[in-house]
C-alpha cells in the first residue's frame, strides 16, 4: 500500500473554490481503480492550507490516476488557486496500532 499526502497552500479567498471542485471530484477519485482510501485535512492554525490524505493498493494505481483525465481537470481547476508551491509525500505505513 501506498499512502500520499498532498499540501497545499491557497490563496485566502480561494479555499472554498478548492472545497467546492473537492466536493465535486471525491467520490470519482475515491473510487478510481486502486484508491483504497482518501480524506481531505485542514490545518487547524492557517485554514488556508489543506492536505489531501489517500491510499492506494501501488504506485502503479496512483501514477495511473495522476495520467488520467480526472486528474488533470481537478488538478488544472486547483493549482491556478495556489499561494505557495505544494508539496507531496508518498510514504509507508511501517506500523498500524488499532
Not at 475515491?30 to 489531501?52: A, M, P, V
Not at 493498493?57 to 505557495?84: G, H, P, V
Request: some cysteine.
Amino acid at each position: 500500500m501506498l499512502i500520499r499526502i498532498v499540501k497545499m497552500t491557497f490563496r485566502n479567498d480561494e479555499v472554498e473554490n478548492f472545497l467546492k471542485i473537492f466536493e465535486e471530484a471525491k467520490t470519482k477519485i475515491r473510487n478510481f481503480e486502486g484508491c483504497i482510501y482518501l480524506e481531505l485535512w485542514q490545518d487547524k492554525t492557517h485554514s488556508n492550507i489543506l492536505f489531501t490524505h489517500s491510499h492506494w493498493l501501488n504506485e502503479n494505481d496512483l501514477e495511473n490516476y495522476r495520467q488520467s483525465a480526472l486528474f488533470a481537470n481537478t488538478w488544472n481547476r486547483t493549482k491556478i488557486l495556489f499561494a505557495d508551491k505544494p508539496e507531496t509525500w508518498s510514504v509507508a505505513a511501517l506500523a498500524i496500532l488499532d
